[in-house]
Each structure stands twice: as C-alpha cells, then as structure tokens.
C-alpha cells in the first residue's frame, strides 16, 4: 500500500489526508499542534468574503471532506451570519452551531439577552446592517430582518457572566445543561407577545460538537449562536470533527512537531522532535502560512546586534527545514539589498493595498502543490493562493490526490519499506 506523510493537521492537512485515503494510500498525519484552523471563527469561505460573488458549487473532493467533517452546511445560495462585532456577512458555509439568517431574510429574529454581551447593542447594529450588510454585493436585494432583545436567564453559575466563549460553550455538550437552557428559553418567549422566526446567542453551543439542532428541536425554534472572534468554540469543534473523521478513515496521527524533511531512496522522510524519522512514499506539507506558523517574517533588523546587522536574510522563511523556493507574485523573493532588509510599508497593507507580500508570500508550487517529485505543500503556506478556509481545503484535496498517485510511481518496482528504526540514517538533504 502507498504511503503518504502528510505535516500539518489543520484543514489543509485534514483534506490532504483524508484525500489520500479516499484514494487508496495509507496516510499517517504529523500534528505538531494548535494552528490557524484551531482560531476559526466558523464561517468558511472559498474567497475573500468582503469581495466574494455569487455562491458557487464546491468541488467533489471538498464535499467528502466536509461529509466527512459533519460538522459544516454549505447552502447552495450561501449563508449570512451575524457577528459578535455587530456584522451581518455573507459566507459559502458555516459551523453548525452558527446561525444562518438568510432563511428568514425578511422575518424576525430573537436576540438573547443576558450579560455575556450587549444585546441591545447588537440588535441595533444587525437591523441596521439588513438594509445593506457589510461585504453586501450591489445587485444584492435589501435585507430587512428585524433583530428584538429577550431576556433570558441562561446562566446558571456566577463564573459564567465573564468565562471564555469556549469554557461556556463546553458546558452545554452535558444534555441536562442544554434541557436547562432551553427551559430557560422557552420561558421568556412565552413571555412575549411577538412571533419570532429565529433564536440567536451569545457563542455556548458546545465544543464536542455543534448543539443547535438539539437546542432548536427542544426550544421549537431554529437556534444559532452569532459568530465569535478568532480563537472561540468554533475552532474547537473543528479539532473534535476532525478527530472523529481521521479516526474514521483509519489515518495514523504521531503528536509530534515536524523539523525536516528530506529525499531517501524510494521516497521522502521526515524528522520530528522526539521520534523516529517517517519515511513515505510522499509528502504533503500543510504547516500553515504566517498565522499557523508554517511561515516566518524574518527580516535582517530582527537579528540581534549591537551596531548593523551582520548580513542580509530573506524576509520570510519556512519553520520547517525543507527544500521550498519562498515567493510571491509567482516569483522568488529576492534577497534584500540592504543589511536593514525590505522597508515595512512597501510590503504591507494599507501601504500595498492590493497584492500585500504579507498575504502572498509562500511556497512556490505547481497547480496541484507539487515542489518537486512526491512532495507537495497545502494550504496557506502556497504561495498566491486565497488565505480563506474553503481554499485551504481544497488544496489539500488536491495535494493529496495527487500524493496518492506519486506514491504509485515512486514505489513501482521497489519493495515495501518499513519506517526507519532508531538511529536509522537521517534523510539527505536535496
């Protein structure tokens, strides 16, 4: 059977492993840990959603992975979500514990109110965002849903007036606590005469998984949370689905973090800290862009000196000891004339406003994330590619995919080789 090492077990990884199961090849995940896939906010997009489209269809390979996830809806007409920024956006897909006020556009929307946030405050702002909600496209009819405060006591403890959104949330995956919540609910909208078509919290609905369904079938209302800054339950939830889905796919996990890759005979092997080398058919690299750690700005005035700098660097660099060429634009990234390195302002937004290196910079790879014969890269850490969700994934699928079948090429011929024992050699570097 093929084998496929896949660095990284973020979204990108996830669908690059899962992926290479789908076609044949026995896959093994490196997970060195929390990145950027752990701080999503919920909503998933295929492309910036401040400029996005028309919802379009998802590619086949993105629909099994988030089957496989069950963790995600992508309405065929996209979603709209509100925030706890006092936002309504537009999205390709969501969490499913959020809630998508696109169904009831023009209907009325219950906000619970208690003191984790200001209810009335966002009420205001998501009813004045309907006319024409952040990121709105031009040819977009206007939204009228009307957001109302209802009080609710939904606390049940002193500590959960100021707690994490996450350790709230996570006290409702206990049944006996979300029927408790939903007592609550129920109580207060019996107290008022208006006829709501939506219910919307504070972020609570569980970290094991998402609990809006079971809420809204023991409330008799479509129940959602409001999307919560980076770093919340959403990000959680993901971690817990995709767990449940490698382990379904029989994908091995080694909870390590990945320092080098390099060329052995018949394939590619990879250090981690603490273990023995892995050795594989090939390698995809999903270690995330700046955010998830897979990237580094480096620029030479960060070198600790006590004049100059002592010689100029790149700017940015992979983590991980591998043989990539970093650009953007599709091109390498020169090295910096100066000793001081690139100025700042000449590579970032607001100063560069379209096409910011800071948002491009990467790995340079072909269209399916091949680098060179059996290792490929996903994910944020492409260079040029979307820094979106949906993106991620499918560039994982790809580089999967196609990992599968170099796998095929790269052992025909040879005979099976087993993971190199301790104190086996080192991979050569390429």
Same mark, same amino acid.
């Given at each position: 059977?093929?084998?496929?090492?896949?660095?990284?077990?973020?979204?990108?990884?996830? +669908?690059?492993?899962?992926? #290479?199961?789908?076609?044949?090849?026995?896959?093994? =995940?490196?997970?060195?840990?929390?990145?950027?896939?752990?701080?999503?906010?919920?909503?998933?997009? #295929? /492309?910036?959603?401040?400029?996005?489209?028309?919802?379009?269809?998802?590619?086949?390979?993105?629909?099994?992975?988030?089957?496989?996830?069950?963790?995600?809806?992508?309405?065929?007409?996209?979603?709209?979500?509100?925030?706890?920024?006092?936002?309504?956006?537009?999205?390709?897909?969501?969490?499913?514990?959020?809630?998508?006020?696109?169904?009831?556009?023009?209907?009325?929307?219950?906000?619970?109110?208690?003191?984790?946030?200001?209810?009335?405050?966002?009420?205001?702002?998501?009813?004045?965002?309907?006319?024409?909600?952040?990121?709105?496209?031009?040819?977009?009819?206007?939204?009228?849903?009307?957001?109302?405060?209802?009080?609710?006591? =939904?606390?049940?403890?002193?500590?959960?007036?100021?707690?994490?959104?996450?350790?709230?949330?996570?006290?409702?995956?206990?049944?006996?606590? !979300?029927?408790?919540?939903?007592?609550?609910?129920?109580?207060?909208?019996?107290?008022?005469?208006?006829?709501?078509?939506? !219910?919307?919290?504070?972020?609570?609905?569980?970290?094991?998984?998402?609990?809006?369904?079971?809420?809204?079938?023991?409330?008799?209302?479509?129940?959602?949370?409001?999307?919560?800054?980076?770093?919340?339950?959403?990000? !959680?939830?993901?971690?817990?689905?995709?767990?449940?889905?490698?382990?379904?796919?029989?994908?091995?996990?080694?909870?390590?973090?990945?320092?080098?890759? +390099?060329?052995?005979?018949?394939?590619?092997?990879?250090?981690?800290?603490?273990?023995?080398?892995?050795?594989?058919?090939?390698?995809?690299?999903?270690? +995330?862009?700046?955010?998830?750690?897979?990237?580094?700005?480096?620029?030479?005035?960060?070198?600790?000196?006590?004049?100059?700098?002592?010689?100029?660097?790149?700017?940015?660099?992979?983590?991980?000891?591998?043989?990539?060429? =970093?650009?953007?634009?599709?091109?390498?990234?020169?090295?910096?004339?100066? !000793?001081?390195?690139?100025?700042? /302002?000449?590579?970032?937004?607001?100063?560069?406003?379209?096409?910011?290196?800071?948002?491009?910079?990467?790995?340079?790879?072909?269209?399916?994330?091949?680098?060179?014969?059996?290792?490929?890269?996903?994910?944020?850490?492409?260079?040029?590619?979307?820094?979106?969700?949906?993106?991620?994934?499918?560039?994982?699928?790809?580089?999967?995919?196609?990992?599968?079948?170099?796998?095929?090429?790269?052992?025909?011929?040879?005979?099976?080789?087993?993971?190199?024992?301790?104190?086996?050699?080192?991979?050569?570097?390429?």
């Amino acid at each position: 059977m093929r084998r496929v090492v896949v660095v990284g077990a973020g979204i990108a990884g996830t +669908g690059a492993a899962l992926a #290479a199961t789908r076609a044949g090849a026995q896959a093994t =995940i490196v997970d060195g840990g929390t990145g950027a896939s752990t701080l999503a906010t919920g909503a998933i997009d #295929a /492309e910036p959603w401040e400029t996005s489209g028309p919802a379009a269809p998802l590619p086949a390979g993105v629909c099994a992975v988030l089957d496989a996830l069950a963790s995600h809806r992508t309405p065929s007409g996209g979603a709209r979500l509100v925030t706890t920024a006092g936002i309504v956006r537009p999205a390709r897909g969501y969490d499913a514990a959020l809630l998508d006020v696109a169904p009831v556009a023009r209907g009325h929307v219950a906000v619970v109110g208690c003191a984790r946030w200001d209810a009335a405050a966002l009420a205001r702002a998501w009813s004045g965002a309907g006319e024409r909600s952040t990121g709105a496209r031009a040819s977009e009819p206007a939204r009228s849903t009307r957001f109302t405060v209802v009080e609710a006591a =939904i606390l049940r403890l002193a500590d959960e007036r100021a707690m994490p959104d996450a350790d709230f949330a996570a006290r409702h995956d206990d049944e006996a606590r !979300l029927g408790w919540m939903a007592e609550r609910l129920r109580d207060a909208l019996s107290r008022t005469d208006a006829r709501f078509d939506a !219910l919307v919290l504070p972020p609570a609905l569980g970290v094991d998984r998402a609990r809006a369904d079971a809420l809204s079938k023991l409330v008799g209302l479509p129940c959602g949370e409001a999307m919560a800054l980076p770093g919340g339950p959403s990000g !959680l939830r993901f971690e817990a689905s995709r767990d449940r889905a490698l382990a379904r796919a029989a994908v091995h996990r080694v909870q390590s973090r990945a320092t080098r890759v +390099g060329r052995v005979a018949g394939g590619w092997c990879v250090e981690a800290d603490g273990g023995d080398p892995i050795v594989a058919d090939a390698l995809v690299v999903a270690t +995330g862009g700046l955010v998830g750690g897979g990237l580094a700005y480096t620029p030479s005035d960060a070198m600790p000196s006590s004049v100059l700098p002592p010689y100029a660097r790149p700017t940015f660099h992979a983590t991980l000891d591998a043989p990539f060429m =970093i650009g953007a634009h599709g091109r390498v990234l020169e090295l910096p004339g100066s !000793l001081y390195g690139v100025a700042p /302002e000449s590579i970032a937004w607001p100063f560069v406003p379209e096409g910011s290196t800071f948002e491009r910079a990467g790995v340079l790879c072909e269209a399916d994330g091949r680098v060179a014969e059996g290792l490929y890269v996903a994910g944020e850490i492409v260079a040029d590619a979307p820094r979106t969700w949906l993106a991620a994934l499918a560039s994982g699928g790809r580089a999967g995919a196609a990992a599968a079948v170099a796998g095929v090429t790269a052992s025909a011929g040879q005979s099976q080789q087993a993971s190199p024992s301790p104190g086996a050699a080192p991979p050569s570097r390429p």
